[in-house]
Structures are given as structure tokens and as C-alpha cells.
């Protein structure tokens, strides 16, 4: 039985693709600048790799999440979404703190303007992908997962009662 999928959870989706597309710009952004500055140090290879696997997970888990699972949206919401959008948005805060000339901006190169603008796009996409999973019908979708795993293990159980710890009693009993 195939149930439809919320409009809600469809553009959560969609916004989580479009996150991860938003951070591999950003990794190339990084890595053409690297290569253009010639500064290859501090392990640039493995972030770029670990980047690369975080997208991928991402990916996993949003599909998940599409499926109705509760355990992906969590792990989204609270990993991703909490301590990776925070991850985003640290350097920035920082250099704001630091009081950052009001004058840099005019000075960014290319790359630096793509980078930032993609790194607007990647966290309002977390963001509005968080948000989306967790609206009314996204609310139901999940309800309505749990709700027939709940199901279909009962019929499980009550077709196969050995196979899940439920033995059956010899003894007959007799009101």
C-alpha cells in the first residue's frame, strides 16, 4: 500500500537537495581557491573528503525523511540542522564580533561573493527544510508511518507468534 507523500515533506526534500548542492559549491568554491592561492595545507583533502561524506549522509537521511522516518528527521532536524547550521554560520559571527571593516565586502573577490552566496542559500535551505518537516501534514505523514509499522507488526505477530517471543500456551483453558 502506497500512501502519498505531503507537499511539505516533498519541498523539505527538495530543499535538502538543494542544501547539499549549495555546500558542494562551496566545497569547489574552496578548493578552486586553494588552488588558485596555492595553499594546499591544513588538511584541505580530508574536509573536503568529510564534507563529501556529511553530504552524502544528508542525502540518505532526506530520502529516509521523505519515507517517514522518524528517526531521520530527527537526526536532520537536531544534527544538520542544529550543529551544522551552527557550524555554517559561526565564521561569519565571528567576524562581526571581531568587528570586521565595514569596507571588506568591497574588496571580496569572486570567489568570496559565490561562497557567501551560497552559503545564504545552504543555510536558508536547512532552515526552511527543518521547518517544513515539521508543519501539520508533515506532522501527520510521520504519525501515519508509525501507525502502520505499528499495524503490520501486530498482523506480524498474530500470523507468527513464535517468531516474535510470543510462545504458545499448551494449557487450555476453560472458562
Request: hydrophobic share 55%; glycine share 10%; aromatic share 8%.
Amino acid at each position: 500500500m502506497s500512501r502519498a507523500v505531503p507537499a511539505s515533506v516533498q519541498w523539505s526534500f527538495r530543499l535538502w537537495i538543494a542544501a547539499i548542492s549549495a555546500g558542494i559549491v562551496e566545497t569547489v568554491l574552496v578548493l578552486v581557491d586553494s588552488w588558485t592561492s596555492r595553499s594546499y595545507g591544513d588538511g584541505l583533502g580530508t574536509r573536503a573528503g568529510l564534507w563529501l561524506i556529511v553530504f552524502a549522509a544528508t542525502l540518505i537521511l532526506a530520502g529516509a525523511m521523505r519515507r517517514g522516518s522518524q528517526v531521520a528527521r530527527l537526526v536532520l532536524t537536531l544534527i544538520i540542522g542544529g550543529i551544522g547550521t551552527l557550524a555554517l554560520v559561526i565564521e561569519p559571527i565571528s567576524w562581526l564580533v571581531e568587528g570586521t571593516p565595514q569596507g571588506a565586502f568591497e574588496n571580496a573577490g569572486v570567489l568570496s561573493i559565490l561562497f557567501a552566496l551560497s552559503r545564504g542559500v545552504h543555510v536558508a535551505a536547512v532552515v526552511g527544510a527543518v521547518a517544513l518537516m515539521f508543519v501539520p501534514g508533515a506532522r501527520d505523514h510521520f504519525r501515519a508511518v508509525v501507525g502502520a509499522h505499528s499495524a503490520q507488526d501486530q498482523r506480524l505477530v498474530r500470523q507468527f507468534p513464535a517468531h516474535a517471543g510470543v510462545v504458545p500456551s499448551d494449557k487450555s483453558e476453560t472458562p
